[in-house]
């Protein structure tokens, strides 16, 4: 065998380790991209809930919400379910869909 067959041989070998270790630290490095993703999705989902749950809390009394009410309740509920959020926070946004808006 050629010199130059056998460098190039363990050149290419040589690429092939690298190459498998960038893909494989490439799949760990997305994996743990996506937890961090998905923890912090379901915390902001915990914290909007508990927001809707306050804002609920102060518009279950009464008879009639302002337009303003509705509206950022809503907007908390929308973001909530993107989030994947639902039961509770769906209960309550059905409950505030009932109320009469006044203004």
Do not use: C, P
């Not at 190039?8 to 490095?29: C, P």
């Not at 509705?70 to 509920?77: M, P, R």
């Amino acid at each position: 065998m050629d010199i130059w067959q056998e460098i190039f041989r363990h050149i290419f070998e040589l690429l092939l380790i690298v190459t498998n270790a960038g893909v494989g630290y490439l799949v760990y490095y997305l994996k743990k991209k996506d937890a961090h993703k998905d923890n912090a999705s379901k915390a902001l989902a915990l914290l909007l809930r508990r927001e809707m749950n306050e804002l609920y809390q102060n518009l279950k009394e009464k008879d009639e919400i302002t337009r303003d009410e509705y509206n950022e309740f809503e907007e908390l509920y929308n973001v909530y379910h993107f989030l994947g959020g639902n039961g509770s926070g769906t209960q309550m946004y059905n409950k505030v869909k009932e109320k009469e808006i006044n203004g």
